[in-house]
């Protein structure tokens, strides 16, 4: 192992047993600080209101550690936004948030908005498909930024079973993250191969840095912001914590497959002088007289830091 990632391992590397939600909320309003939770969500009816519920009467109502619950909904067909506002979240839907800068689809365009829609000094970012979601998670990744003024972002580590039709094994969730996401940052970010969950959708940052870097669009957000908060903030900056176990609805082989499209794309914008990649991808279904080849396009966009856009609406001020 890099002497360097040895050694950022030992620094970065929290428990999040270390603290407690009073103690944060303490060290939290002794700084002047804020802290808004964001949880993204695509027609997750049936797990945002136990998540939401969970972190207001923990986090908000007995311990003061959260200052706002925000679900941004990328425009869920299901009951999402009525379930989230009923346990207490604010909902905003992606298109009445910077409308001027219309819509892009997908989870990235939901938590670059999110940035526009909320006003926490600390940002947590939160999946709404989580099962068994633990108010710990929060207070974890919430640690590191209220106790070290020295870090700048928090990623979570945890186990991650893989729900199955014969039932939950104890590990193989990840898929991308073990088949794509490691072996890229080992190749080309060797530096960052400490991180034990790269693709975690649970994570914290400081305002200041989320505000300064790009937001992918789509799947590839997560992998997007590593990489530049490294690059904005240097590596000892962020750190990662660990939360135990963390249990989430799974998306089919290709779904994924389409994310780690997502996910190469942003990759490659990254490694200059590696050429344009094709962001066509192609998947093929079995037919009753052979196989189907069905493309998808995986290209992904960027949204701008959102300072650029602030600044743009304040005439350059
Ligand atoms: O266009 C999208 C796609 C996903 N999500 C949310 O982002 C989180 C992670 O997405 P997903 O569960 O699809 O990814 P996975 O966890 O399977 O990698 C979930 O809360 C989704 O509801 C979203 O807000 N907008
Ligand atoms: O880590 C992964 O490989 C993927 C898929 O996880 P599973 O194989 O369905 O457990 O899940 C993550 O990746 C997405 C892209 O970065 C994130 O948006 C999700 O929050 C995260 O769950």
Redesign the pocket.
Same mark, same amino acid.
């Given at each position: 192992m890099r002497p360097d990632v040895h050694r950022w391992l030992r620094r970065r590397t929290y428990t999040a047993t270390s603290w407690t939600a009073a103690d944060l909320a303490a060290a939290k309003r002794a700084q002047g600080s804020t802290v808004s939770v964001v949880?993204?969500?695509? +027609? @997750?009816e049936a797990t945002v209101g136990a998540i939401v519920g969970v972190i207001r009467a923990g986090l908000v109502d007995r311990d003061p550690l959260v200052d706002e619950v925000v679900v &941004? +909904?990328?425009g869920s067909a299901d009951r999402t936004a009525a379930v989230a506002a009923a346990a207490g979240a604010r909902v905003v839907d992606t298109g009445t948030v910077l409308p001027s800068h219309g819509r892009v689809? !997908?989870?990235g @365009? =939901?938590l670059w908005k999110s940035l526009a829609a909320t006003s926490g000094d600390l940002v947590v970012f939160v999946? =709404?498909?989580l099962v068994g979601f633990d108010p710990q998670y929060v207070v974890g990744l919430l640690g590191p930024l209220l106790t070290d003024p020295a870090i700048g972002y928090v990623k979570a580590l945890y186990d991650r079973p893989l729900t199955t039709t014969e039932g939950i094994v104890p590990s193989g969730g990840g898929r &991308?993250t073990e088949l794509l996401a490691r072996p890229l940052l080992n190749a080309f970010w060797p530096e960052l191969s400490g991180f034990v969950q790269p693709?975690s !959708?649970e994570y914290a940052g400081r305002r200041e840095l989320l505000e300064r870097v790009p937001f992918v669009s !789509?799947?590839g957000v997560e992998f997007g912001l590593l990489i530049d908060l490294a690059g904005l903030a240097g590596v000892d900056a962020l750190a990662q914590v660990d939360l135990g176990t963390r249990q *989430? =609805? *799974?998306?089919s082989d290709a =779904?994924?497959g389409r994310?780690a499209g997502q996910i190469l794309q942003t990759a490659m914008a990254r490694r200059p002088g590696a050429g344009d990649p094709a962001s066509q991808l192609l998947q093929f279904l079995r037919t009753t007289d052979g196989v189907e080849a069905v493309s998808w396009n995986v290209a992904v966009s960027e949204r701008p830091p959102m300072t650029t856009v602030r600044a743009a609406a304040s005439g350059g001020r």
């Open positions: 949880l993204p969500a695509l +027609d @997750e &941004v +909904d990328s689809p !997908g989870k @365009e =939901a999946d =709404a498909d &991308v693709l !959708g !789509g799947y *989430h =609805a *799974h998306q =779904a994924l994310m």
